[in-house]
């Protein structure tokens, strides 16, 4: 090979199988034909050869060599043997090429780094290659259609296949390192045929370089890319395969070497004439550049001993599409493609792909310089839950980056320098959002009495500051090598000779002489997961004693009743996750997956499924990965820890709470899985103090609801009673409970209202009093049926439970499960409705409940369903339950109805008792609030004669006191509907003494009233409109009403109501007599009031209304006997008082004269 030729970057194109050197034995083969070594093989047979020493020593050099060291380290390589190296040089695993043109890809059954290696082969069955021969190709990782199609039919991927398998892939040749071939575009309804040239350049088992006409800019490979990589990985013996260019270059004369250059540039000569020209006159001058350099580049003979090996990754491209996410603010799925882009970087680490850190850091640089963080601090607004999400998911990422175990020291060193330099930054975001300094660092947490000094005192904590934290840490830690190989990791007796002191005498373990938590491990554990999977199957049988610390001083604990808790950090919503970390990869070596899937990311997912991994040496033999993990998540749940400071904190307790329960219900339980089950739920309600389900916990502690939901659905099957201890001991909510007691939780009149004062920190308390409420509705459901069972949760709720609406929630689900549509009610089940709905009823009697009447409409409901003495019982007790208003209105009036009495099929004597209680609620809420309740006691009372004049006489004794006008007539109008005018006049004349109409309230409310008042009293007779008329003079002022009662007096006789010993004049009474005199008199002073008050502010625009309202008054004043002289001088005084307003007094003249 000539020499120098890698003195400038390789063509960013890549390569298919291997090409001969130039230092060979023999020329090299110039077409298709087998290999040395390999006779014909056996094509397309199931039956395979052993694969030669020689295939097996070129994968190998292949994989870890640049080629360049294979020439520097052998003086002569042989022909066959630089063939077979550049053949495996190229990749051998689909899953590889799926990872760069796909956002997401696992091919089921994998077990770590060297699954992607291809096994022990390239693809295909044996065939031979155009270079020399086909190894035994059997055990590489292909996809197959089948397997392949299921989803993300979009994605490149999955477009590379099909133009693979429809022909579309053409033209393939290999020369060197490089590889090329057309990939066609079909036509389609819309767009012509197109046929793309792709070049693609490799190196160690990697893509180093494509190109592609299509011109893609994306970070994934095109789907032309992709299909040409595959045809090379599935169809090896179909690709033409030549020698490095070089190679052929030096076996060639003067005369050749001129011919080639000379046919190159007439079929090209457009492009290559001035380039080659430019080379012509360099390589003539001696003193040239180009002189200076032995040898020439070969883009087509692989990379050099310094080139980065990785795979090629458009970074220009990251961080434009990073941006344009960030730029979206979360909308149009932007956090969805952020999060893949995450999901990416874990799966290339997991890969030990060093593209992993490499997009990374281009992820965290465009983060960093996301305009909003300046801004959010400018405003000293924290970010949405979404960004806040994702910066924690970057953090996370770092701290597995520098724990790569592969990593190097120098790589460490630049990452730590980064990082620093990040955080320091100040727009940086904390680790917990404004209270992000205030938990302890990784490996050195700080003592609990620390936790309370002032904020500023506290270092300033970045969301790298744990990445940071992490670089000091190291792989030959004395804990970490216990907890991967020791079963007595926990206990300081088993300290080993020369080693210094690892464990407190409390039994916390030591780091620097100071204690810190154990799930310090975690990043390495997330590390191990993604670095190294193949460690995931070391043995991890002490893990459950590494995790949870049991004191021997629990049962003293528990006598004292002790509630402070040690745990200075949760497990549950850490920043690095623990048990999240824990839980996976201890699952992920039982995973079973189709050897033939691949999932890219698109479409639903499919559940996973597990088997039991038996754990290599554990003590009774029964012991599995998979139980390991469900004691994991369940000891983690299970701790008992403080609600931590911060909205977002707390928040994303709750949401990792949320998400290890989804991964617990993928685990289907079997007999293995539910003893484990069933010894964890008792260990953690005999752990005293450190669980957060034992008898003692703290005030602020983190409620177990949702953890104890899952714990009740899992254990109920198989062992019902340990279901309901837990869960009941599980519904307590100690921080809304009052300090000097709960009191009579049959009358919880506190609650809910002084809740949000008193603890202003915990943000997710309605969240957190959902689970309780959505934990004591599974238990509900569970125990319909059994009464003591039932009780027991009813007492649970009536103890625990602080809001009436969520109460009131149970209660309706309580009554919609007992009382299904196809089956006769559940009567138990009714009654704990019923029992819960009047706890509600009485939680919410004094307060405001803007859901309340609908409450009381539902409690009546349930009582009718549950039967007749339920009905009674609230009637009896309405003043504990109701108000007045609820009782008469919406109670009594609902079960007096017909259609609850059809419902409860009651006979007459049933019918009396609940009319009879019915009335006494009537009256006794009338004397309570005779204001609202009157009318209502009325109704209720008026099919029985003592009990109505009962009510009716209250109605009189509190007209004088505290009803209003309109109370009384609306109670006078039923009378009159009744039947009683009499009884309506009185009242009638009640409500006037309490009216006062003013001389411009012409639309008021009550004139309706007023005149419907006076029409009844002219109906019953003259004594009547006698008796009347001085109250509505006394109380109106307004003429044009007072003129419209006047006019309807005058139309018709006195009387006409026919009132039994009465006779009927049937005379029309004179203006000019009683009663009507004062009447008048009273309508002509109120028309000359009003004309002084309206001409004091008239303005020019109301004149022609004015002199309407004149003409009004007019007709008012001509029902007088001396009306005309009277207006007249009216008006000759209005034309001398106000002649200042000289075109209203023209226009009264032009009408009055």
């Keep these: 090979m000539a020499e120098g030729r890698r003195e400038q970057p390789p063509h960013p194109l890549l390569s298919l199988p291997p090409a001969s050197k130039r230092p060979c034995l023999r020329p090299a083969p110039r077409g298709p034909g087998p290999g040395p070594g390999h006779g014909s093989g056996l094509p397309s047979s199931r039956y395979r050869s052993p694969e030669s020493l020689l295939d097996c020593a070129a994968k190998a050099v292949a994989e870890k060599w640049a080629f360049e060291r294979v020439e520097e380290r052998f003086e002569r390589i042989p022909e066959p043997v630089q063939r077979r190296i550049v053949y495996w040089s190229f990749p051998r695993n689909e899953?590889?090429?799926?990872?760069?043109?796909?956002?997401?890809?696992?091919?089921?059954?994998?077990?770590?780094?060297?699954?992607?290696t291809g096994g022990t082969g390239g693809t295909g069955s044996g065939s031979t290659t155009a270079g020399g021969g086909g190894g035994s190709t059997g055990t590489t990782a292909t996809v197959g259609a089948a397997g392949a199609a299921v989803t993300g039919d979009g994605l490149p991927f999955r477009r590379g296949i099909r133009l693979l398998e429809t022909g579309c892939v053409e033209s393939v040749l290999q020369v060197g390192?490089?590889?090329?071939?057309?990939?066609?575009?079909?036509?389609?309804?819309?767009?012509?045929?197109?046929?793309?040239?792709?070049?693609?350049?490799?190196?160690?088992?990697?893509?180093?370089?494509?190109?592609?006409?299509?011109?893609?800019?994306?970070?994934?490979?095109?789907?032309?890319?992709?299909?040409?990589?595959?045809?090379?990985?599935?169809?090896?013996?179909?690709?033409?395969?030549?020698?490095?260019?070089?190679?052929?270059?030096?076996?060639?004369?003067?005369?050749?070497?001129?011919?080639?250059?000379?046919?190159?540039?007439?079929?090209?000569?457009?492009?290559?004439?001035?380039?080659?020209?430019?080379?012509?006159?360099?390589?003539?001058?001696?003193?040239?550049?180009?002189?200076?350099?032995?040898?020439?580049?070969?883009?087509?003979?692989?990379?050099?001993?310094?080139?980065?090996?990785?795979?090629?990754?458009?970074?220009?491209?990251?961080?434009?599409?990073?941006?344009?996410?960030?730029?979206?603010?979360?909308?149009?799925?932007?956090?969805?493609?952020?999060?893949?882009?995450?999901?990416?970087?874990?799966?290339?680490?997991?890969?030990?792909d060093s593209n992993g850190a490499r997009m990374l850091t281009l992820i965290t640089e465009q983060f960093m310089a996301d305009p909003r963080l300046s801004l959010w601090r400018q405003q000293g607004t924290g970010m949405t839950d979404k960004c806040r999400q994702l910066w924690d998911e970057l953090g996370a990422l770092w701290v597995c980056v520098v724990l790569n175990p592969h990593c190097k020291s120098e790589e460490k060193s630049g990452w730590l320098k980064q990082l620093k330099k990040w955080g320091d930054l100040d727009v940086c975001p904390l680790e917990d959002g404004n209270y992000g300094s205030e938990l302890p660092n990784i490996t050195n947490a700080l003592p609990q009495s620390n936790l309370a000094q002032d904020s500023p005192t506290r270092p300033r904590r970045s969301v790298f500051s744990r990445a940071v934290e992490a670089c000091d840490l190291h792989w030959q830690d004395s804990h970490l090598q216990r907890i991967i190989s020791s079963d007595h990791y926990m206990s300081p007796s088993y300290q080993r000779e020369g080693e210094s002191l690892l464990f407190n005498p409390q039994g916390l373990p030591l780091c620097l002489g100071e204690p810190r938590p154990l799930f310090y491990a975690t990043p390495y554990l997330d590390s191990m997961s993604l670095n190294s999977q193949a460690v995931t199957r070391a043995s991890f049988p002490g893990i459950d004693n590494s995790i949870f610390v049991f004191s021997p001083r629990v049962p003293e604990l528990l006598q004292r009743g002790v509630t402070s808790t040690t745990n200075l950090e949760g497990w549950v919503g850490h920043p690095l996750d623990p048990i999240g970390c824990l839980f996976n990869t201890l699952t992920e070596t039982c995973r079973m997956d189709d050897d033939n899937s691949m999932d890219t990311g698109e479409g639903d997912p499919r559940p996973p499924v597990y088997h039991h991994v038996p754990v290599w040496g554990s003590p009774d033999g029964g012991e599995s990965y998979l139980t390991l993990a469900l004691e994991v998540a369940l000891m983690g749940m299970g701790q008992q820890r403080i609600m931590p400071e911060g909205l977002y904190a707390q928040d994303k307790v709750c949401r990792n709470e949320e998400q290890i329960v989804a991964k617990l219900q993928e685990l289907e339980l079997g007999d293995l899985l539910v003893q484990t089950l069933r010894k964890q739920a008792i260990q953690l309600l005999e752990a005293g103090p450190f669980s957060g389900l034992g008898e003692v916990i703290h005030r602020e502690s983190v409620p177990m609801h949702t953890f104890a939901k899952y714990l009740f659905s899992a254990l109920l099957p198989h062992d019902a009673d340990l279901a309901y201890k837990l869960a009941l001991r599980a519904m307590r909510l100690p921080v809304l409970e009052s300090s000097t007691g709960s009191g009579d939780v049959g009358h919880p009149h506190h609650g809910i209202s002084i809740v949000p004062s008193r603890y202003p920190r915990w943000f997710t308390l309605g969240h957190l009093e959902s689970q309780q409420c959505e934990l004591a509705s599974t238990m509900l459901t569970a125990a319909k049926g059994d009464m003591l069972r039932l009780r027991t949760v009813l007492e649970a709720i009536q103890k625990n439970i602080h809001s009436s609406s969520l109460i009131f929630k149970l209660a309706q689900d309580a009554f919609k499960i007992a009382t299904p549509a196809d089956n006769p009610p559940d009567i138990t089940l009714l009654n704990v409705a019923l029992e819960l709905g009047l706890q509600v009823m009485r939680m919410t009697l004094s307060t405001l409940n803007w859901r309340r009447r609908e409450m009381v409409r539902w409690l009546v409901t349930c009582a009718t369903e549950v039967g007749l003495r339920a009905l009674v019982s609230i009637l009896q007790s309405w003043y504990t339950l109701f108000t007045p208003t609820e009782a008469t209105s919406i109670v009594a009036a609902t079960v007096m109805s017909h259609n609850t009495i059809l419902r409860l099929s009651l006979d007459y004597p049933q019918r009396e008792e609940l009319a009879s209680c019915a009335r006494t609620l009537a009256l006794q809420c009338a004397m309570k609030d005779p204001q609202n309740c009157a009318l209502s006691a009325l109704t209720l009372c008026e099919k029985d004669h003592i009990a109505f004049e009962t009510a009716y006489q209250i109605v009189i004794d509190a007209a004088s006191t505290g009803m209003t006008y309109s109370q009384l007539f609306t109670i006078a109008r039923y009378m009159e509907h009744r039947g009683y005018p009499l009884r309506s006049f009185k009242l009638a004349s009640l409500a006037m003494t309490h009216l006062n109409l003013a001389y411009n309230q012409d639309t008021h409310s009550a004139i309706n009233d007023v005149l419907w008042a006076c029409a009844l009293s002219h109906s019953l007779g003259k004594n009547e409109l006698a008796a009347i008329i001085p109250l509505v003079v006394k109380s109106v002022h307004c003429a044009t009403v007072l003129s419209d009662i006047l006019r309807r007096c005058t139309m018709t006789a006195p009387g006409l109501a026919g009132i039994p010993g009465r006779r009927n004049s049937g005379k029309l009474m004179s203006t000019d007599k009683a009663p009507l005199r004062q009447l008048l008199d009273a309508t002509i002073s109120a028309y000359i009031n009003t004309t002084h008050s309206r001409l004091t502010h008239i303005s020019p625009r109301h004149y022609g209304e004015f002199i309407e309202f004149l003409s009004k008054a007019r007709e008012t004043f001509l029902l007088a006997q001396d009306g005309h002289i009277q207006f007249a001088q009216f008006i000759d005084n209005l034309k001398q008082i106000y002649k200042g307003k000289k075109k209203l007094m023209m226009l009264v003249r032009e009408r009055f004269g």
């Excluded at 760069?100 to 994998?110: I, K, L, N, P």
């Design 95 to 116: 899953k590889e090429i799926c990872m760069y043109s796909s956002f997401q890809c696992r091919v089921a059954g994998e077990e770590g780094p060297s699954a992607a």
């Design 177 to 352: 390192f490089h590889l090329s071939g057309t990939v066609t575009e079909p036509a389609t309804s819309s767009e012509p045929e197109v046929t793309h040239k792709v070049a693609i350049s490799f190196d160690r088992c990697k893509i180093t370089s494509v190109t592609c006409g299509c011109g893609n800019r994306d970070i994934f490979y095109c789907a032309h890319v992709v299909a040409l990589s595959l045809y090379r990985i599935r169809k090896p013996e179909q690709v033409k395969l030549r020698l490095p260019i070089s190679e052929t270059l030096f076996q060639m004369n003067r005369d050749q070497l001129q011919k080639l250059v000379q046919y190159l540039i007439t079929a090209h000569h457009t492009e290559v004439l001035p380039t080659a020209q430019k080379l012509a006159d360099e390589i003539l001058s001696s003193n040239s550049e180009i002189n200076q350099v032995h040898g020439a580049p070969d883009p087509t003979a692989g990379a050099s001993i310094d080139d980065d090996n990785c795979w090629h990754l458009d970074e220009d491209q990251v961080r434009e599409q990073v941006k344009q996410f960030l730029s979206q603010g979360g909308y149009y799925g932007s956090g969805k493609q952020l999060n893949s882009m995450f999901a990416k970087v874990r799966e290339m680490l997991r890969m030990r």
